[in-house]
């Protein structure tokens, strides 16, 4: 599958998921929003309806006092017998007007004289509480509430004895008495302590559904994830096997040309012949021998098979055979070496074998990658920084990009070289240096400029006093 399309695929995925969140959140705010005005319209129902059975308590109550006197039906209206003569219908219909009109004076009478006693003796704070209570409960609100009473003036009356104040930013209040004077009028406002966790429970019921849409868009974005890093493992692995067959073939074919002409009798050999063949046969011999053991020696550190060989040595005595071995090749690709080996204590514990190794595939890198035209610039250097040996290794060769710095130490890894075919290899050389040096307990950072060149330094702890 082509990158571009892999990207497609994984963009319009991840829209799809975060459209699919976004009309979640919608969907669940709906049904809170929604949840609240249903809550809010079952309380004011509740609490007007509490306080018309609170008015119509006191109403009977003053009229049970009444009776309590003994006070006759007749007494209160006022009302006489009724006569009766011919014209009856025309009485009976005078007398129901009457009525009315005198039961009107009389329902404003009792209010009036029921409304007369000040404001904190009218209220029944256990009637109260339990009307409030009932009506709530009539509309399927069973959670605790708290309430306060206030007269007209703002004073509090009455405070509910397990008052909770959590929650009371958001209340509800209600007027009570609403048919006396503004006066004699007074307040409940009660709130709900649970009332956030009875929104939140709704909230909860779409919770579910988010979170497993977020949980598959991280499962989503993971495998696109290992898609492409797989894609570009794949992409490094067949590199790796064309150069594979390409350094291998090399050799291969050198030395397979090499032994046809040695091989063939209608060609007269003379000493010099063998021993030019010869030598071509044992270089490209070792050249192949060399491949294949940077492969393995990668395979054995894969698998935690490889195997040190630990000594205390010199590293500046080290490095200045590497450098003299090395410089030969320098000077063939036209280029120079320099050494500054100013370390005044290079004792090391360390791989011989490894050590030497480190050092002749980051020079070996720099002959590879030197600027056509331009004459390859080496230098070695050595110091001491606290208890440990640096190491710098310098070139004005091609450089490296930024975006392909942080990239260099790892396997199978070959920096694009432009137009440059010529140079070759299995992209292990500095995933190796990288490792050694992390095994020898040392560290390794490279700087670089492109057009200019690369500084590999390298830290290496010295062996204690």
Partial sequence: ??????????????????VLLYLQFRYAEAMVRMRVEQFDENVFRSLDQASRDLERAETI?????????????????????????????????????????????????????????????????????????????????????HFIVYDTEGKEVYRCEDYDSKGEHYGYTQTLFRNDPSGKMGVVRIHF??????????????????????????TFLFTVYLVVRQKH?????????????H???????????????????????????????????????KRLRF???????????????????????????????????????????????????????AEVNVDEMHFTNIIYNLMDNAVKYSREGVPLHLVVRTWNKERNLMISIEDNGLGIAKGDLKRIFDKFYRVHTGDRHNVK????????????????QGTIHATSELGKGTTFTISIPLIPN
């Fill in 1 to 18: 599958m082509k990158r571009w399309l892999i990207w497609t695929i994984s963009i319009l995925m991840v829209s799809c998921f975060m």
């Fill in 61 to 145: 109550d003053y009229l049970q006092e009444i009776d309590d006197e003994k006070s006759s039906v007749e007494d209160i209206f006022h009302i006489g017998p009724m006569p009766m003569n011919s014209n009856f219908q025309k009485k009976v219909r005078n007398a129901y007007l009457y009525e009315q009109e005198v039961l009107g004076d009389v329902i404003l009478r009792v209010l009036y004289q029921a409304s007369a006693l000040p404001f904190r003796e009218r209220i029944n704070v256990g009637r109260m509480e339990q009307f409030i209570r009932t009506s709530l409960e009539g509309n399927g609100i069973t959670m605790p509430f």
């Fill in 193 to 218: 302590p649970g009332m956030q966790k009875y929104v939140l429970k709704t909230a909860s019921m779409v919770s579910p559904a988010i979170l497993f849409t977020i949980i598959l868009l991280i």
């Fill in 233 to 245: 493992i794949t992409e490094m692995k067949n590199d790796f096997i064309h150069n594979l067959t």
């Fill in 247 to 285: 350094e291998f073939k090399t050799p291969i074919s050198t030395i397979s040309i090499a032994a046809q002409m040695l091989s063939d009798k209608s060609l007269k050999k003379t000493e010099e012949m063998y021993t030019r063949f010869s030598d071509i046969i044992v270089s490209e011999t």
């Fill in 291 to 345: 491949q294949v053991e940077k492969v393995l020696q990668m395979s054995l550190y894969d698998s935690g098979n490889i195997a040190f060989k630990w000594q205390d040595l010199n590293a500046n005595s080290l490095i200045d055979g590497v450098v003299e071995t090395f410089s030969l090749k320098v000077r063939q690709n036209g280029g120079e070496i320099e050494s500054h080996l100013d370390a005044m204590d």
């Fill in 425 to 440: 290899g299995f992209g292990l050389g500095l995933a190796y240096v990288h490792k050694m040096v992390l095994l020898h």
